[in-house]
């Protein structure tokens, strides 16, 4: 199997003369990895199929949303039978409410929910409405977490004092990314710090509890409690970004997980069964500030979108029972478990990280990082033999050291197995 395949390369070379990069979003060019995207034909279950007829076994998973794999039966049948009824009303309908319903039965927390049609959108809105119910401004974000792409979270750290961020991306405002305060995650006496000093003009502390955008830097419980104490001590908003971690790591979430309550969380992904969707939700108290009801605006053409909502529907109905984590999480120990033996016997200088059945190889030898600059920048390299490695031999993986994958019900025990096979020889070959 080649990677750069000669229908792919030259789609790209086309997609390059209309679209910035030829991509949608940055990451799909490959430019962290070197080569040329693959343009994909169509998927089904665990597999996908490119321009030129290669088939790979998936742990992208289109980014997350497919959590019971692509084009799932219940999923594209309950697509099929809306479109005829309609594809966009801007009016209520109820698979909408029903999802809505779902959704705050799978986490009580979300007591009330609004639709939009992006995590970015989800994450963005949330943070207008902590700063609508607490008056205040200051946003209070994580290195080394992602919450989309809205101006006041393109922010890093800024260099000196940690209190006022520096735009990340050209574009963002100084004047808007000083109003966002970045801390490393793990670090206790940093937002301690913070919070002494600035508490009292925070809206919102927004974190990914399962921060899965720059690595699978997993937090302990313990931190996550601080943030909860230290929101509730200074009157502040803890907002749970779970638009990777809701529904994968469980029906309720992180929040379940390691129960700590936010008090808003934003979904994205899994809940739209693939289709574009997402949603942020909080207590009623909180929720009220929002239009019609409040004075913080948020309204969408698209938001609650039939299509999207019966996809949803579909999709969350199949995982409240937390049955399918049950075989996830066996799924994923059975990879973990079958990587780790090899990783140790060879004494190769990698990890792999697992939640669930969210997984990353962290490329160092030490224990898996917690915060973003425990990273070592010299992962990229290796990765990129890996990814191109792996690739070779029919596995799909995201083209980033950078990025996680995703496990979905459609993988098979012997998709695992096949996949620590690749894994394992890949990893040689790029350490070699
Ligand atoms: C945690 C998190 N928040 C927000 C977003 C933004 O979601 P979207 O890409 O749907 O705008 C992402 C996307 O990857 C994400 O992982």
């Not at 939009?116 to 902590?130: V, Y």
Request: hydrophobic residues 40%; proline residues 6%.
């Amino acid at each position: 199997m080649t990677q750069a395949t000669s229908r792919s390369s030259e789609l790209f070379e086309r997609a390059l003369q209309a679209m910035p990069g030829g991509v949608s979003s940055p990451v799909r060019a490959f430019r962290a990895v070197g080569g040329t995207p693959l343009f994909v034909d169509h998927a089904k279950g665990a597999r996908l199929t490119d321009a030129d007829g290669n088939t790979y076994l998936d742990f992208v998973m289109s980014w997350g949303p497919l959590i019971l794999g692509h084009a799932y039966p219940k999923v594209t049948e309950a697509i099929a039978a809306q479109v005829t009824r309609g594809t966009t009303y801007g009016a209520p309908h109820v698979a909408e409410l029903e999802l809505a319903e779902l959704v705050r039965d799978c986490y009580p927390t979300a007591e009330r929910v609004r639709f939009t049609s992006s995590g970015t959108e989800a994450a963005q809105s949330a943070l207008r409405l902590a700063r609508a119910a607490t008056g205040r401004a200051r946003i209070v974000k994580f290195d080394g977490c992602y919450h989309g792409h809205c101006d006041a979270m393109l922010v890093a750290a800024g260099s000196g004092a940690i209190t006022f961020g520096e735009p990340s991306s050209a574009g963002v405002p100084n004047e808007v990314a000083e109003l966002t305060s970045v801390v490393p995650l793990d670090d206790e006496d940093a937002i301690r710090d913070l919070m002494k000093q600035h508490g009292h003009e925070v809206a919102v502390i927004a974190i990914e509890p399962v921060p899965a955008n720059n690595g699978l830097l997993l937090q302990r419980k313990e931190f996550l409690q601080l943030l909860r104490d230290l929101c509730d001590e200074y009157g502040a908003m803890l907002l749970f970004d779970e638009v990777i971690s809701g529904f994968r790591v469980g029906p309720g979430g992180a929040a379940a997980l390691y129960d700590v309550q936010p008090d808003m969380v934003a979904f994205g992904k899994i809940l739209g069964g693939g289709l574009p969707c997402a949603a942020f939700g909080g207590p009623e108290k909180v929720m009220s500030h929002l239009a019609p009801l409040g004075k913080a605006y948020h309204a969408g053409t698209l938001s609650g979108n039939p299509l999207a909502m019966a996809a949803g529907l579909a999709q969350i109905s199949e995982l409240a029972s937390g049955e399918a984590h049950k075989r996830l999480e066996k799924l994923g120990r059975r990879l973990q478990t079958g990587v780790e033996k090899v990783l140790c016997d060879e004494d190769l200088p990698v990890r792999m990280v697992r939640i669930g059945s969210l997984f990353w190889f962290s490329f160092s030898a030490g224990d898996p990082p917690r915060r973003a600059d425990e990273i070592p920048t010299s992962c990229a390299e290796p990765y990129a033999k890996f990814f191109h490695a792996c690739l070779q031999r029919g596995v799909h993986l995201a083209p980033s050291a950078y990025e996680v994958g995703f496990l979905s019900t459609a993988h098979t025990e012997e998709d695992i197995d096949l996949a620590i096979e690749v894994f394992t020889a890949s990893l040689r070959e790029a350490l070699a």
